[in-house]
C-alpha cells in the first residue's frame, strides 16, 4: 500500500494496464445486452484496485474482456483498446494472449473448486503453469512448485503436491489457485471475488496474503473485483464503483469512502448496517430493484432508483465529470459544480 | 413482559456416519452439541458463526425437518414451543402433530432461487401453506395471497406469474410472503438475506422489521454476516463447532466481545473504512 501517493504522482507515471472505451456486449435472444459499455481507466504499477458493483454491474466481465476469456458466441467484444506492455490485448491472437494469461496476468476467481481441475493433483496443476511459460525442467518447476505453495503458507508443500484438491479446504483450495497464478511472477493479478465463498476468518487470510506477496513483488498491481465494500475498503489505493455497464465514479478509497459524489455510491454505503446514523433504526435502502441490462434507460443508467434525479437524467447520458484531483463522477449534477 | 416462546435446552443433534459393506453406522458426527437458548415474544434472536458451525442444523431442528432429510440422525434435549394451549416438544410430535404446528412456525430460506417450486406459479407458492393451514375458502385465500404479495412490496398481479419471472430481491420477497401467509408466531430465518446485493439486502431487512412490528412477530435469525446480525437483533448468539461460546445483548456481543472467538469473527469482518483514515 503506497500510503500517501496522490493522484498527480500517479498520472506521472506510466500505467501498467490502459483500458480505453472497452465495450463488451452479448448476442441474447430479442437483441444485444450491452455487459461492458464504454469502460476506461488505468491500472498503475504497485496498486491495488478495487471494481465494485451488484450483480450485473459488469465488473466481472470487464476483468474477463482483459484476459480475453469472454465465451465468444455468445459474447464479443464490441470496441475499445486494453493495452497492455505495449500491446493492444484485443489484437493479440490466440496463441499470443496464452503468453500472456498467467504468465504477465494472472487471475484467481471465486469458486476455487470449479477452477481447480478435480482429476489433477494440485502439483501437476502448478507445474503445468510453470512449463506453459518457463523452459524449465520436470525437476526445476517441482521446486518452483515447491516453493510458491509454501509462499502461499500451505504446510509441508512437497508431500501436499501429490494431493487432489478435494482433499484441501476451501481456504486452502483458493491459497493453491493464488499460487497458480503467482507461480511466473505476473505484473497484474486480477482476483475476481476471491473470498466471496469464504467465511470472514478465513478470507481476512487469503486478503493479507494478498498483500503481502505483493508486496515481495515490486511492481506488481492487483486489481481486485468484488461487491464487499469492506474488503475494499480495507485493501485497495484506489477504487471504481460500476452500475449497468458503466463506469459511475472513480478515486482514491479515501475519496470513495469519505467523500462519495455519484448518488449510487452514497447508496450503496449507505445500505450498509455499519453506516448506520445513531438512533436510526432502520436502514437507508436504495429503493427499487438492479434493471436487466436489455432495459436500462438511455439517459444516466442510475436515475430510475435516484433519489436526486432531475429532469433530463433519463434522457442524457452524465459525461464523468473531474472534482478534482482524479476524481471522477457520472452524474449531472454535478455539471454546475464542477464549471 | 418477557416470555418465552421458544426455549432449547441441551440439544444435541449426531448425524451418523454409513460405511462398511453393508453400510452400517461405523461412527457419528456432533454437528450441536449440548446448545441451550430462549427466544421470547417479539424478540430477534442472531445465531452467528462461520460454515459448519452448527447454525443451519439448530435452525432445521426447530422447524423438525431434519427426520425427513437426513434418515438416522440422532437428536436428543428438548425444543419447547409454547402454544396459546401450553408448552409442545417440537421433537417429539409425530408427523401430522408437526404439521398443524408449522402453521405457528415458518421459516426462510437463503437461496431465494432453490427454495420456490419453479412450475408453480407465485400465487400456488403463497397459497401452499394456506390451504393446509387456514381452513379459508378459495376466494378467501386469494384475498389473502393478495393482501400479502402487496404487504411484501409486490403486486396483486404478480401471483401469476412464475418464480424466474423476478430477480433474486423479489424472490427472496415472496419466500417472505410464504412464511407469512399463515401468520405464524416464530419465523426461522436461515441467511436470508445472504445472497442478495447490498441494496436489496437492506430493503429486505428494513422489510423484515416491519413486518415484525406489523404482526409482533418473533425471529432466530441465522446468518454469518455480524453486521447485518447485529443490525436486525436484540441479541446475539455465537456458535463455534456446534457450541454456543457466547450470547447476550446484541451491542455488547458486538461492541465488546469476551470470547476470544467472538472477537477473532468481529475483528475479522471488513469494515467498510479505508485503513488510512482509522
Redesign the interface.
Known amino acids: ?1 503506497n ?1 500517501n501517493r496522490t493522484q498527480n504522482d500517479l498520472s506521472k507515471q506510466k500505467p501498467l494496464l490502459e483500458v480505453r472505451d472497452l465495450r463488451t456486449y452479448f448476442r441474447v435472444e430479442g437483441g444485444i445486452a450491452k455487459a461492458v459499455d464504454g469502460v476506461s481507466f488505468d491500472v498503475y504499477p504497485d496498486e491495488v484496485i478495487g471494481i465494485v458493483g ?2 450485473g454491474s459488469g465488473k466481472s466481465v470487464t476483468s474477463l474482456s482483459i484476459m480475453r476469456l469472454i465465451p465468444d458466441p455468445p459474447g464479443f467484444i464490441a470496441g475499445g483498446e486494453i493495452w497492455f506492455n505495449e500491446q493492444n490485448l484485443i489484437d493479440l491472437t490466440y496463441d499470443e494472449m496464452r503468453r500472456v494469461r498467467g504468465n504477465e496476468i494472472g487471475m484467481i476467481f471465486q469458486e476455487p473448486m470449479t477452477a481447480l481441475n478435480p482429476v489433477f493433483t494440485v502439483g501437476m496443476q502448478v507445474m503445468e503453469a510453470v512449463r506453459t511459460h518457463q523452459k524449465v525442467s520436470r525437476k526445476e518447476a517441482r521446486n518452483l512448485a515447491i516453493e510458491i505453495l509454501d509462499k502461499v503458507g500451505i504446510l509441508d508443500a512437497d508431500r501436499r503436491l501429490k494431493d487432489y484438491p478435494h482433499q484441501f479446504s476451501g481456504g486452502m483450495r483458493q491459497r493453491v489457485m493464488l499460487a497458480m497464478a503467482l507461480v511466473c511472477n505476473p505484473q497484474l493479478l486480477i482476483a475476481d471475488e476471491p473470498t466471496t465463498a469464504l ?3 478465513t ?2 487470510q487469503i ?1 493479507d496474503l494478498m498483500l503481502e506477496l505483493k508486496a515481495e513483488h515490486e511492481r506488481g498491481s492487483i486489481m481486485l473485483i468484488t ?8 485493501t485497495c489505493d484506489r477504487v471504481i464503483v460500476m452500475y449497468g455497464g458503466k463506469l459511475q465514479e472513480m478515486g482514491s ?2 475519496q470513495i ?2 467523500d462519495p459524489q455519484h448518488p449510487y455510491t452514497r ?10 446514523r445513531p438512533g436510526e ?7 427499487g ?2 434493471p436487466s441490462i436489455m432495459d436500462l434507460p438511455s439517459g444516466c443508467k442510475f436515475c430510475t ?1 435516484c433519489e436526486d434525479a432531475v429532469i433530463g437524467c433519463e434522457n442524457t447520458e452524465p459525461p464523468l465529470y473531474d472534482v478534482g484531483e482524479g476524481h471522477l463522477v457520472r452524474c449531472h449534477l454535478l455539471e454546475d459544480a464542477v464549471k | 413482559m418477557t416470555k418465552p416462546l421458544l426455549e432449547v435446552k441441551n440439544l444435541s443433534i449426531k448425524y451418523p456416519i454409513w460405511g462398511g459393506v453393508l453400510r452400517h453406522k461405523v461412527n457419528e458426527v456432533c454437528a450441536v452439541d449440548d446448545v441451550s437458548f430462549t427466544i421470547n415474544v417479539g424478540e430477534t434472536l442472531g445465531l452467528v458463526g ?2 459448519g458451525c452448527g447454525k443451519t442444523t439448530v435452525a432445521k431442528s426447530i422447524v423438525n425437518i431434519h427426520r425427513a432429510m437426513t434418515p438416522g440422525v440422532a437428536q436428543e434435549g428438548e425444543i419447547l414451543f409454547h402454544t396459546d394451549d401450553g408448552p409442545v416438544n417440537v421433537l417429539e410430535l409425530d408427523r401430522s402433530q408437526m404439521r398443524s404446528l408449522r402453521a405457528q412456525i415458518q421459516i426462510i430460506f437463503q437461496d431465494p432461487f432453490s427454495s420456490l417450486n419453479p412450475r408453480m406459479t407465485v400465487g400456488n407458492i403463497i397459497d401452499g401453506p394456506l390451504r393446509l393451514h387456514s381452513g379459508k375458502t378459495a376466494s378467501e385465500r386469494r384475498e389473502r395471497v393478495a393482501y400479502f404479495l402487496e404487504r411484501v412490496g409486490l403486486q396483486p398481479e404478480h401471483a401469476g406469474r412464475y418464480p424466474h419471472e423476478f ?4 424472490r427472496q420477497r415472496v419466500g417472505i410472503a410464504r412464511a407469512l401467509a399463515v401468520q405464524p408466531k416464530l419465523i426461522v430465518a436461515d441467511e436470508a438475506v445472504s445472497a442478495l ?7 429486505v ?2 422489510l423484515l ?1 416491519d413486518l415484525q412490528d406489523e404482526f409482533s412477530l418473533t425471529y432466530l435469525f441465522v446468518a ?1 454476516d ?3 446480525v ?3 437483533s436484540d441479541r446475539i448468539a455465537v456458535m463455534y463447532l456446534g457450541k454456543i461460546v457466547e450470547m447476550g445483548d446484541s451491542d455488547s456481543v458486538y461492541k465488546t466481545p469476551s470470547h476470544p472467538y467472538s472477537q ?2 468481529i475483528s ?10 482509522r
Not at chain 2, 167 to 170: A, F
Not at chain 2, 197 to 203: E, F, R
Not at chain 2, 268 to 277: K, L
Open positions: 500500500m500510503a451488484e450483480s467465511d470472514v476468518t478470507q481476512a486478503l461487491h464487499d465494500l469492506g474488503v475494499v475498503a480495507e478509497v479515501e469512502f469519505e447508496g450503496l454505503l449507505d445500505s450498509l448496517p455499519s453506516h448506520q433504526d432502520r436502514l437507508r435502502a436504495i429503493p430493484n438492479v432508483r | 462461520e460454515s430477480s433474486g430481491g423479489q446485493d447490498v441494496s436489496v439486502q437492506a430493503q431487512l428494513n422489521q454469518h455480524l453486521s447485518v447485529h443490525h436486525i477473532a469473527l475479522a469482518v471488513p469494515q467498510p473504512i479505508p485503513r488510512r483514515v
